[in-house]
T-cell receptor, first 113, second 114 residues
């Protein structure tokens, strides 16, 4: 079946460091890919998305490119801030069926001053 | 503010008790979903609905029931709560093309079963 695999956390960085969180997926057809962010005590917020191969999603300095050849959707940010500390979820939405979201396990990011 | 509203935000139940979690959305979304979030497991789909009067099972449906009598509301019921149902529950909604436009999540309900 379809699945999403994320790198395990926690990821601990100093402010202004470069961030990469790896995400790979297994899916039939042409899924859409998403990154969601969950700040402490809150629900999930859509960070960015890509709906077809080679699309690049971007928001708030974060970027991810839909790579069909490597089945990956890695999240990157050039300079993280303390306020980026959160849990990040990679997810896919199947191209058929009822658009169910399938999530990775989540990666906790902690940014220190 | 438009969005998805979940009630209650917190609840403690004793084993065997029942309760209903309410999800309401005001975006006229066709599809609604209930997920549970457990440490190290991401979010897992419990049940979903593709329209008023319809429901379907997700990945982990056992022990839960749902109803969607109105388009804007999606109820999740626990008939006889068990400690294994201690979790954070999230409701989400989307248009029928959610894979193109994204999904909106509520702020969650933290349930503890003792």
């Amino acid at each position: 079946g379809n699945s999403v695999t994320q790198m395990e956390g926690p990821v601990t960085l100093s402010e202004e460091a470069f961030l990469t969180i790896n995400c790979t997926y297994t899916a039939t057809g042409y899924p859409s890919l998403f990154w969601y962010v969950q700040y402490p005590g809150e629900g999930l917020q859509l960070l960015l998305k890509a709906t077809k191969a080679d699309d690049k999603g971007s928001n708030k300095g974060f970027e991810a490119t839909y790579r069909k050849e490597t089945t990956s959707f890695h999240l990157e940010k050039g300079s993280v801030q303390v306020s980026d500390s959160a849990v990040y979820f990679c997810a896919l939405s199947e191209s058929g069926g009822y658009n169910k979201l399938i999530f990775g396990a989540g990666t906790r990011l902690a940014v220190h001053p | 503010n438009a969005g998805v509203t979940q009630t209650p935000k917190f609840r403690v139940l004793k084993t065997g008790q029942s309760m209903t979690l309410l999800c309401a959305q005001d975006m006229n979304h066709e599809y609604m979903y209930w997920y549970r979030q457990d440490p190290g497991m991401g979010l897992r789909l419990i049940h979903y609905s593709v329209g008023e009067g319809t429901t379907a099972k997700g990945e982990v449906p056992d022990g839960y029931n749902v109803s969607r009598l109105k388009k804007q509301n999606f109820l999740l019921g626990l008939e006889s709560a068990a400690p294994s149902q201690t979790s954070v529950y999230f409701c989400a909604s989307s248009y029928s093309q959610g894979r193109l436009y994204g999904y909106t999540f509520g702020s969650g309900t933290r349930l503890t079963v003792v």
